[in-house]
């Protein structure tokens, strides 16, 4: 077995795991996978504490992207049936942002689909900014816009935007298997131009794409060296009507040892378990907060995330405490009292109108996949598209 415990305490000492000893960790054995999330859990604690942070996703512009990011459902020549709609009003953005603030958030990341934007949607962005924390003292707002050009970021950062998210996604050596529109030094270029600015950089990975180990641990590597800040760690979801349909090569056990990975590459980085967790960890999510000490809440910008209780839930059931609230068990039981009188005086709303997805509510992320994907139709989820919150006359999941 790998010396774990050496590479935490060298973690917390302040020496990350070289690349050798996460390419360990990603080949080491499942009898073994226990003794690693506890040494990974120490180092998160050492440095994170017991704290969850909770993000919630805005998706300010949906679908119509000319890029071809082949595992993206808003691409080039996508089939995927998501919502499609141009920029929400700043008056809307500011109303599903409080969404997610209710519900535990204290960091919101404002999304556009496209290349990058134009200097209109910059300002765009930055009235949204404005009116949001005028209204919310203390939120944190992350933009995630695409491909910034000259003093873009500087425009965000001087209204009030704490933090620039683009994720390189996957290893330089897989870039072009994934993507033609653009390279992967493009997406270096926009992180080092949002952390220049005085952003922070967020930028993460999408793994179970056909990715090699070695590729995973380059990919850490990148992120390392491009001084992110937060490293959101994202599992394929597979939509159908892209290239990656029907893509399902993770197992709970090999997340566990991805996320064990990168918070061992870099152990004070904040770790956010992100899109596809529900599906990719399953029942195996509650461990993964003892090694990563971030999420997101409730739903992704085009596929539904379980329910944003059950979120709440295993916050509180694994003894975690939430930034910016004294106590996550009193703010789970004022969301769930707000979502009962809600639901009270709306029922149309909370129920019978939204019978589309109204499994969204109870599964995670998901529907029994038909059978014949992967050979395991019980256990394989299917990505359940999202019909509610930003860009539809639903409440979102919050
Ligand atoms: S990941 Fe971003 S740039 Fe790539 S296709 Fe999707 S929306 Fe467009």
């Known amino acids: 077995m790998p010396n774990f415990t050496l590479m935490a305490d060298r973690a917390c000492a302040g020496t990350a795991a070289s690349a050798a000893d996460a390419l360990e960790i990603l080949r080491s054995s499942d009898d073994d996978l226990l003794e690693l999330v506890a040494t990974a859990g120490r180092v998160r ?203 399902y090569e993770l197992t709970p056990q090999k997340c566990l040892r991805i996320l064990c990975a990168v918070r061992l590459m870099c152990p004070d980085s904040e770790l956010r378990i992100a899109g596809g967790r529900e599906m990719h960890l399953r029942t195996l999510q509650p461990l993964a907060l003892h090694v990563a000490n971030s999420l997101f809440l409730g739903d992704y910008l085009t596929s539904e995330g379980q329910d944003a209780e059950a979120d709440l839930d295993m916050i509180v059931d694994g003894g975690f ?27 149309p709303v909370g129920g019978a109108e939204r019978t589309e997805s109204a499994a969204g509510s109870t599964l995670p992320c998901g529907k029994s996949a038909p059978t014949g994907v992967s050979g395991e139709s019980e256990n394989v989820l299917v990505p359940t598209i999202r019909r509610r919150g930003a860009g539809t006359a639903f409440s979102p999941n919050a």
């Open 321 to 347: 405490s939430i930034i910016g609230h004294d106590s996550a068990e009193v703010l789970r039981e004022q969301v769930r009292a707000s979502k009962a009188a809600h639901t009270a005086a709306f029922s």
């Open 45 to 247: 604690r050492h440095h994170f504490g017991d704290s969850v942070k909770v993000n919630y996703l805005v998706n300010l512009k949906s679908g119509l992207c000319p890029e071809d990011c082949g595992y993206c459902s808003q691409r080039l020549g996508s089939d995927t049936e998501i919502l499609k709609y141009s920029w929400l009003p700043g008056e809307e953005a500011r109303r599903q942002a409080e969404f997610g603030l209710a519900g535990g958030a204290s960091r919101v990341c404002l999304v556009a689909s496209g290349r990058g934007p134009s200097n209109r949607d910059v300002d765009r962005v930055a009235s949204m900014t404005e009116d949001i924390k005028a209204n919310n003292p203390g939120v944190e707002v992350c933009a995630c816009l695409g491909f910034l050009k000259d003093g873009q970021a500087e425009r965000l950062r001087t209204a009030g935007v704490d933090a620039y998210n683009h994720n390189l996604n996957t290893a330089e050596s897989n870039y072009a298997e994934i993507c033609s529109t653009h390279t992967f030094a493009d997406r270096v270029d926009t992180v080092d131009r949002a952390h220049t600015a005085g952003l922070s950089p967020c930028s993460g990975l999408i793994v179970g794409m056909g990715e090699s180990d070695e590729q995973i641990v380059e990919a850490i590597e990148a992120l390392r060296a491009l001084g992110s800040d937060s490293i959101p760690v994202n599992f394929l979801i597979p939509f159908d009507g892209t290239p990656l349909a029907g893509t």
